[in-house]
């Protein structure tokens, strides 16, 4: 009987010891939390202060139509007729402008259409360094297609390729 009660003192002894181990975490893991609140409550402040001084440094938002205006406001109050198609070329700046132009002519023959809708159309076929040369052009500065090709030629000339010559038929090798 001594014995049993022996062993159930060692075990309240031992039970005990945990739960004061555990009040140790317990209270280690409170610190810590309120130490992790405090530097996330400052963080927000930060970014709440970053956050008005961007909006304060911000200009107001500038409607999509007053930054496109390289082409003539003529051009831009035209709709575009219903039976346009969608183009699948795409112009980004690195590629040929002759055979953009190109292509881009042969899917023009589908829709036909004026002045206006080649150069709404061409507009549209633009990306990436294209585009941003577009939007940069002085407002109202296109006012025909030809002048806008001519543009386009003059802008991107250095990635035209180049013209084959008779002697570059010297270089074939047949095997």
């Given at each position: 009987?001594?014995?049993?009660?022996?062993?159930?003192?060692?075990?309240?002894?031992?039970?005990?010891?945990?739960?004061?181990?555990?009040?140790?975490?317990?209270?280690a893991?409170?610190?810590?939390?309120?130490?992790?609140?405090?530097?996330?409550?400052?963080?927000?402040?930060?970014?709440?202060?970053?956050?008005?001084?961007?909006?304060?440094?911000?200009?107001?938002?500038?409607?999509?139509?007053?930054?496109?205006?390289?082409?003539?406001?003529?051009?831009?109050?035209?709709?575009?007729?219903?039976?346009?198609?969608?183009?699948?070329?795409?112009?980004?700046?690195?590629?040929?402008?002759e055979?953009?132009?190109?292509?881009?002519?042969?899917q023009?023959?589908?829709?036909?259409?004026?002045?206006?809708?080649?150069?709404?159309?061409?507009?549209?076929?633009?990306?990436?360094?294209?585009?941003?040369?577009f939007?940069s052009?002085?407002?109202?500065?296109?006012?025909?297609?030809?002048?806008?090709a001519?543009?386009?030629?003059?802008?991107y000339?250095?990635?035209?390729?180049?013209?084959?010559?008779?002697?570059?038929?010297?270089?074939?090798?047949?095997?």
């Open positions: 009987m001594i014995r049993k009660h022996h062993s159930q003192a060692e075990t309240i002894r031992a039970l005990q010891a945990e739960v004061a181990a555990s009040r140790v975490e317990i209270a893991s409170q610190a810590d939390n309120e130490e992790l609140r405090r530097a996330n409550e400052e963080l927000r402040r930060d970014l709440q202060q970053v956050e008005e001084y961007a909006v304060d440094e911000r200009a107001p938002p500038v409607p999509l139509r007053a930054r496109i205006m390289s082409l003539s406001q003529a051009i831009m109050d035209t709709t575009l007729p219903t039976t346009s198609l969608c183009l699948k070329v795409t112009f980004t700046g690195v590629e040929d402008p055979a953009h132009l190109t292509a881009f002519h042969t023009m023959m589908l829709t036909g259409g004026s002045n206006v809708v080649y150069n709404k159309l061409l507009m549209s076929t633009s990306a990436g360094a294209a585009l941003e040369w939007v052009l002085p407002d109202g500065h296109i006012t025909t297609f030809d002048q806008f001519t543009l386009f030629r003059e802008q000339f250095v990635n035209k390729d180049p013209t084959r010559l008779s002697y570059d038929v010297f270089n074939i090798k047949q095997y």
